[in-house]
């Protein structure tokens, strides 16, 4: 299983950016995706998360700004970030909890990051 992140970029504050991160693979279900994000001495933290029946949630810095979407069809989760600020520079990586088919087991996987960086 592989998880394939796209999408990021350099914007001026208060611009948009949508993430795009693609499991591909011996997929038999993906239970959970999410995003995180890891700024420049900082500890990675968790951004959004998004269950397969589509229950999400948000850290409090980005709720009403960012949205997570899932399309169960394409195994893709989205991160559509809307009225960027300059302190959501980071880099942004997502991962799945995913029950593959080969072999039938249950993990955790992870992409690779992509850099969003909001200039002022």
């Known amino acids: 299983v592989q998880l394939q992140a796209s999408g990021g970029g350099l914007v001026q504050a208060g611009g948009s950016l949508r993430l795009s991160c693609a499991a591909s693979?011996?997929?038999?279900?993906?239970?959970?995706m999410a995003w995180h994000r890891q700024a420049p001495g900082k500890q990675r933290d968790l951004v959004a998360f998004?269950?397969?029946?589509?229950?999400?949630n948000y850290s409090d810095s980005v709720k009403g700004r960012f949205t997570i979407s899932i399309d169960n069809t394409k195994n893709t989760v989205y991160l559509q970030m809307n009225g960027l600020k300059p302190e959501d520079t980071a880099v942004y990586s997502c991962?799945?909890?995913?029950?593959?088919?080969?072999?039938?087991?249950?993990?955790?996987?992870w992409g690779q990051g992509t850099l969003v960086t909001v200039s002022s």
């Open positions: 991962n799945a909890n995913i029950l593959s088919s080969a072999p039938f087991r249950t993990g955790d996987y």
């Open positions: 693979g011996s997929i038999f279900r993906i239970n959970d």
């Open positions: 998004i269950t397969r029946s589509g229950s999400t």
